[in-house]
């Protein structure tokens, strides 16, 4: 392993948070899992694993070691010796492989299911951590399995999806942060259904391509889906920033209809029988947060879910925002916001309070 000492984390996360790695490495495969494990346990020095870095905060020097994903190869089924007509191929694929390019190979190569989860930036490696979810897709609807490696026991196992505790913007490896995901093996489908359940993604396909949605191929959504989020999200190459930075809260119907009668217009979604979704971006905007600029850090002008930097904030300069916002939803809605990326101090994960 080839072992680097005091690295700046600031290339390797979206918000550009200038802090420091006392130790880093690129993960390369197996081996270099295995020797990285003994160097902490000999150390005795906490570790953290980056991929994109599009879904971290990162507020202090890390203190340990922090691993960059690199093991990156895909494997493509070979060509079917069978005449019989098939309906699927799986596809297997390392943890450091970039995920939107997997999106758009495997529409070149025929096969859908990923489209409505285009330009989500990241790794492959990361997703199944918070379901990515986009759309009316989620990456649940294709997943077959995982390998992990237990940076605990440093054994290897393979977890099927069904293990994995699937739920919104959330997993079992959020519980099991010592389990590094080395591949994942997707199932993806040659007869294509379009998921076109989101009006907006409706209309702009037909606006793109004048199709209409029931009809639209695969690459007609993605080429949809890169279109909306180019318009309302910042790329973080220009803003930094970490996506959505707030889960939309899960309400019973009780509070929802108090709510409504409340705030006319509340945007709210019914999950079963009891529950809504909140969209959490609708009552930021409601509070006038949308816009607003404080020193490095600030709320992005077209949408309210999205805190950014300015490339000189601090991960604390982001997180008294994120508190301020989220205190201020509580006492006007008394709905507590959840925060969606993870959070990292000089040790290790923490959780944000009130
Ligand atoms: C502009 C923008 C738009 C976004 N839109 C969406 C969206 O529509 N839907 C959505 O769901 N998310 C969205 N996100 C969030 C983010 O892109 C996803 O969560 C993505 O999966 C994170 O991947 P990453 O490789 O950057 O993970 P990182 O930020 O590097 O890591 C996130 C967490 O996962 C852990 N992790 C990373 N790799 C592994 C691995 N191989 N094994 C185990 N744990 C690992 C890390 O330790 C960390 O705790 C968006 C982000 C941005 C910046």
Redesign the pocket.
């Known amino acids: 392993m080839n072992l680097q000492y005091d690295v700046s984390l600031k290339p ?3 918000l550009s948070l200038d802090v420091k790695a006392a130790y880093f490495v690129c993960i390369n495969d197996l081996y270099d899992l295995d020797a990285v494990r003994k160097f902490c346990l000999d150390q005795k020095c906490p570790w ?9 905060v990162l507020t202090q020097d890390f203190e340990g070691l922090v691993m960059f ?1 690199s093991m990156n190869q895909v494997f493509w089924p070979v060509e079917a010796a069978s005449t019989e007509p098939m309906d699927h191929f799986t596809v297997i694929v390392q ?2 492989y970039d ?1 939107d390019l997997l999106v758009a190979e495997s529409l070149l190569r025929g096969a859908s299911g990923l489209e409505n ?1 285009s ?17 009316g897709v ?2 649940k609807d294709t997943l077959e399995s995982v390998e ?1 490696f237990d940076f605990d026991t440093g054994k290897a196992f393979t977890l099927a999806a069904v293990d994995c505790e699937f739920g919104y ?1 959330d997993s079992i ?2 519980r099991h ?1 010592c ?4 591949q994942i093996q997707l199932r993806l489908s040659l007869n294509h259904k379009p998921q076109v359940g989101y009006g907006i993604i409706a209309d702009t396909i037909k606006v793109l391509s004048g199709e209409v949605a029931a009809k639209a191929s695969p690459q007609q959504v993605r080429d949809a889906v890169i279109h909306i ?1 180019s318009a309302k ?4 190459k220009d803003i930094p ?4 930075f707030f889960k939309n809260p899960i309400v019973s119907d009780s509070k929802m209809k108090t709510l409504a009668r409340q705030w006319p217009g509340l945007v709210a979604y019914a999950i079963g029988s009891n529950e809504h979704k909140l969209a959490a971006a609708w009552l930021i905007d409601q509070l006038g947060w949308k816009g607003f600029v404080q020193g490095e850090v600030g709320v992005h002008e077209h949408q309210a879910l ?1 805190l950014v930097g300015s490339g000189v904030a601090t991960g604390k300069e982001i997180l008294d925002l994120a508190q301020r916002i989220k205190a201020d939803v509580a006492e006007n809605f008394g709905v507590m916001l959840e925060v ?3 959070l ?1 101090n000089g040790r290790g ?1 923490f959780y944000l309070e009130l």
Not at 49 to 55: D, E, H, T, V
Not at 128 to 134: D, F, L, R, S, T
Not at 179 to 182: A, L, N, S
Not at 241 to 244: E, I, K, L, P, Y
């Open positions: 390797y996360n979206t953290l694993l980056i991929g994109g870095g599009s879904n971290l994903m943890a450091g995920w989860l330009l989500i930036p990241g790794q492959v490696g990361a997703a199944p951590v918070q379901n990515i979810g986009a759309y989620e990456l992990v913007r490896f959020k942060q389990w590094i995901i080395t989020r999200l910042p790329d973080p920033n970490v996506g959505s999205v969606e990326p993870r990292f994960e």
